[in-house]
């Protein structure tokens, strides 16, 4: 007979990388999570996860399970979410904190048809380029993007999308330079970079056959703001690589157009951060629901 609670325990050893670590963060003793993993293994045959004194490690039957495993635990939370009779009363406070892209461009929509659902809601967004903490900062949850992993943590992390992306540039530009046959003719003409804090001056870019490549820029503006870069651009003032959601309404009105087609500037992911999966009030685990339901239609061109 299966034990859900097997599939708990054996998922937080796994992200928690250790018993210890697991039995810490759910408040439980070490020796439970032991005899529920040993119980999965021993229905399973096989071996999920292979101990030593100081450390354990996943085995390929263990990672392979684990995926499977994760993806029943969030359905289950899913299904819980969805038969609440909440949707229509729920109450308290939602505290968000988000880039300022990500506010501009793909969350105005969301958090705005979330809160005319859900009136008696009070929802308080923080727009930063900054990282924050969230457990310091009282926030419920943040959406992050990056390109690389996210370090390790006790935060629970959850993909909402992967976004492309691509250089574009506006039709003064086009009229003074022409348009870039290849990512060497970059090199020579002006670039406007997300990020004033960041001074690498190297653009990597990928083509759809796999080939990478890096270019060396000359940066002529910076900004940490992406509707400012994307109007600069589309005002001609140099080439800008942003996310293809971020330039969507400047290409669809003709002030932007995409250079290089079979090239991309990176693929960053988008993740939703919260600090526990226990004890989650009920409004912060609809909206949680909803975004995640709502954000690759809003960050789709």
């Known amino acids: 007979m299966i034990d859900l609670n097997d599939y708990f325990y054996f998922v937080h050893v796994v992200e928690k990388k250790g018993f210890s670590a697991a039995a810490r963060t759910l408040g439980v003793p070490k020796s439970r999570l ?12 096989i071996r999920l996860i292979q101990r030593t004194s100081r450390s354990i490690s996943v085995t390929d039957a ?40 990500v506010a501009q461009f793909a969350l105005k ?25 969230l457990v310091s900062e009282g926030i419920d949850l943040v959406i992050r993007g990056h390109m690389a992993t996210l370090p390790d943590s006790t935060l629970i992390q959850k993909k909402l999308a992967t976004v492309e992306w691509h250089l574009f540039v506006g039709t003064p530009f086009i009229e003074r330079h022409g348009l870039p046959d290849s990512p060497y003719a970059l090199n020579d003409l002006p670039f406007l970079k997300v990020g004033w804090r960041n001074r690498n001056d190297i653009l990597h870019l990928e083509h759809c056959d796999g080939i990478k ?7 002529r503006f910076r ?18 690589a942003l996310p293809a959601y971020v330039c969507h309404s400047r290409v669809q009105t003709g002030s932007l157009t995409r250079i290089l087609p079979d090239w991309i500037a990176g693929a960053a992911q988008l993740s939703l951060l919260m600090p526990s999966r226990t004890g989650v ?6 909206f949680s629901e909803y975004l995640r339901a709502n954000f690759v239609k809003a960050v789709t061109p």
């Open 213 to 219: 490549t890096q270019i060396q820029l000359n940066t």
């Open 281 to 286: 009030p009920a409004q912060v685990n609809a």
């Open 223 to 240: 900004s940490d703001d992406m509707e400012t870069l994307s109007l600069a651009a589309s005002k001609g003032l140099g080439i800008v």
């Open 109 to 133: 929509e969301i958090v705005t048809d979330f809160a005319i659902e859900h009136p008696q809601v009070q929802l308080e967004q923080h727009v930063s380029n900054d990282t924050i903490d």
């Open 62 to 101: 263990g990672d392979k399970f684990y995926q499977h495993a994760r993806l029943v635990l969030d359905n289950m939370e899913r299904a819980e979410a969805s038969v609440q009779p909440m949707m229509n009363s729920l109450s308290g406070k939602v505290r968000i904190s988000c880039s300022v892209g």
């Open 34 to 45: 032991s005899r529920h993993v040993s119980q999965l293994e021993e229905r399973l045959n």
